[in-house]
Each structure stands twice: as structure tokens, then as C-alpha cells.
């Protein structure tokens, strides 16, 4: 498994919780849900590059 | 007074006494139901989309970390082993039932099983989550 599929495993399942526990009706945790993984994924990227250039 | 009701809406009585009966037994049944089996609070609640949803995230979470050779925390040796344990008893009879039959790994040697227990620790503490989640639904806290 590499790196980016295990981000993508775990943003998948902590989105789906946080989704449903946080929210009350099924738009808004969908809504919340895909939030959540966009931020976990699109954070995970942003801290990469920033350790990429760091690294240099 | 009885007649004077007659014609008026009953659908706020009824969910009401309906409200009143899922009321009724252990508060703490689903909290410590969805701790033991994740997504067991919802299901009692007969939130059957919810608690599979959680369930299969739950379980998916732990089963990754576990093919990832993620360690199992058995003992509290620092700090760091005790919030791990915390976290990993978090999964209830998951984490009981893989000591029982020695599933994960002793010893972190790849970077994957690093990985791999983290993931068992998250899941542990996404299953309380979702426990409480079920309490609130119980208490009437969140509908």
C-alpha cells in the first residue's frame, strides 16, 4: 500500500464518521462528510510539499 | 374532555408516547453497546443506514491497520503506550478479540505497520465517537 492510498483509506473512514456524528440530517452530514476529505486529503498534500521544500 | 380531542391532530401525541416508550430501559444500553460492537448503539436505535455506515468504517479502519501489521498496545510502559491502549481499547471486542487470537504485530519493523497502528488507535477512538453519538440519539440530544 502506498502512502497516498493509506490518506485516502483514512480521510474515507474518519470523514464518514465525523459526517454522521456531527451533523443531523443526511444532506448536511454528506455535506460535512466530503468536507472533512477534502481537508484531510488536501491537507495531506499541503504538509507534503511543505516538507518537500523544507527537506531541500 | 375526551370528545373535544376528537378531529384534532394525534400525530404529536403519538410520536410523543412513541418517544416515551424508545425512553424507557438502560440509558447507557446503546453507549456501551456501541462501544463493544461498533455501530451496535445505532442498530438498537434502529438507525440501520447510520450503524452499518459506521460499522463498515469502524471495522474497515481496524482491519487496514491490522493488514498493515499495525501493533496491538497490550502493556503501559510510557506515556505514549498508555494513550495507545487507550485508543486501541477504544474497539471494544475487536481489540479483545484479536489479543485472544494474537492478531497484529509485536514489533513496529516497516514503515507501513507504523501506519498500520495508527490506524487501530483511530479506530478505537472513532468507534467511542460514534458510541456517544448513539448516547446522544438516545437521550433525545441529537435527533
Known amino acids: 500500500m502506498t502512502h497516498f492510498a493509506a490518506v485516502l483509506l483514512f480521510a474515507l473512514f474518519a470523514s464518514v464518521v465525523f459526517g454522521i456524528t456531527q451533523r443531523e ?13 477534502v481537508l484531510f486529503v488536501g491537507s495531506a498534500i499541503a504538509l507534503s510539499w511543505v516538507m518537500f521544500f523544507i527537506a531541500r | ?61 481496524f482491519v487496514t491497520g491490522l ?29 479483545v478479540v484479536s489479543r485472544v487470537f494474537g492478531l497484529g504485530a509485536d514489533l513496529v519493523q516497516v514503515t507501513t505497520a507504523d501506519w498500520g497502528t495508527r490506524f487501530i488507535v483511530v479506530a478505537g477512538l472513532l468507534n467511542v465517537i460514534a458510541a456517544v453519538d448513539a448516547h446522544n440519539l438516545r437521550t433525545g440530544r441529537k435527533s
Open chain 2, 67 to 95: 493488514v498493515l501489521q499495525g501493533k496491538l498496545y497490550s502493556g503501559a510502559h510510557d506515556i505514549l503506550d498508555i494513550l495507545g491502549l487507550a485508543g486501541d481499547l477504544g474497539n471494544g471486542l475487536l481489540y
Open chain 1, 25 to 37: 440530517t443526511p444532506r448536511q452530514m454528506i455535506r460535512y462528510g466530503i468536507y472533512c476529505f
Open chain 2, 1 to 61: 374532555m375526551r370528545y373535544s380531542q376528537k378531529g384534532m391532530a394525534t400525530t404529536p401525541n403519538n410520536s410523543a408516547a412513541a418517544q416515551e416508550v424508545s425512553q424507557q430501559g438502560f440509558v447507557y444500553l446503546p453507549l456501551i453497546a456501541g462501544w463493544l460492537v461498533p455501530g451496535a448503539g445505532h442498530f438498537l436505535l434502529r438507525k440501520w443506514g447510520r450503524g452499518s455506515l459506521l460499522a463498515a468504517s469502524v471495522l474497515g479502519m
